[in-house]
T-cell receptor, first 116, second 116 residues
């Protein structure tokens, strides 16, 4: 039962163009979403997040869009750089009342390759 | 300021042996989490610990797996009588104290367990 799905195992883009990574979820209780980036032999590194009360969050070259009705979120990277080449994981959690969202549900990841 | 430190980075065990994975959280972080990534899968939550307390072990297999975070020293994830299906990357994460709200986890580089 995969509650967070990243249907594209890989994506290849040219340097300077836009990278769009997609993520779908099935659990309507999820209300906080994160993107992590992972280089080989390293741990996942937090990139950007969005709560369900927003539909967009931007941080420099990275923007996350959330469509709650479609249970879909996407990460846009503009412009893409070769150093962005990594595996990108979408993660989601349900914020319990009075608690913190430590229990993240991850997708399987999308390998992004940015070609010079 | 060192990040989350995990060791060993690679561990090879034969079936039936014990595996011990260690994790030192980031300085100032009092919460530790263990996640497991099986081949071709996303990370899956295993357990959440604070000093001397297991807060949530709902993701831990019921047998052979245990975790602790003693008053002094690193957190330990212990797997007894390992089987081939335990082969995976085990990631530790930590976070500062937060009793509510969004919580960004900082991950270590992981310990890769191979069971022969």
């Amino acid at each position: 039962d995969q509650q967070v799905k990243q249907n594209s195992p890989s994506l290849s883009v040219q340097e300077g163009r836009i990278s769009i990574l997609n993520c779908d979820y099935t659990n309507s209780m999820f209300d906080y979403f994160l993107w992590y980036k992972k280089y080989p032999a390293e741990g996942p590194t937090f990139l950007i997040s969005i709560s369900s009360i927003k539909d967009k969050n931007e941080d420099g070259r990275f923007t996350v869009f959330l469509n709650k009705s479609a249970k879909h979120l996407s990460l846009h990277i503009v412009p893409s750089q070769p150093g962005d080449s990594a595996v990108y994981f979408c993660a989601a959690s349900a914020l319990p009342s009075g608690g913190s969202n430590y229990k993240l549900t991850f997708g399987k990841g999308t390998l992004l390759t940015v070609n010079p | 300021n060192a990040g989350v430190m995990q060791n060993p980075r690679h561990l090879v065990r034969r079936r039936g042996q014990e595996a011990r994975l260690r994790c030192s959280p980031m300085k100032g972080h009092s919460h530790v989490y263990w996640y497991r990534q099986l081949p071709e899968e996303g990370l899956k939550f295993m357990v959440y610990l604070q000093k001397e307390n297991i807060i949530d072990e709902s993701g831990m297999p019921k047998e052979r797996f245990s975790a602790e975070f003693p008053k002094e020293g690193p957190s330990i994830l212990r797997i007894q009588q390992v089987v081939r299906g335990d082969s995976a990357a085990y990631f530790c994460a930590s976070s500062p104290y937060s009793d509510s709200g969004a919580n960004v986890l900082t991950f270590g580089a992981g310990s890769r367990l191979t069971v022969l």
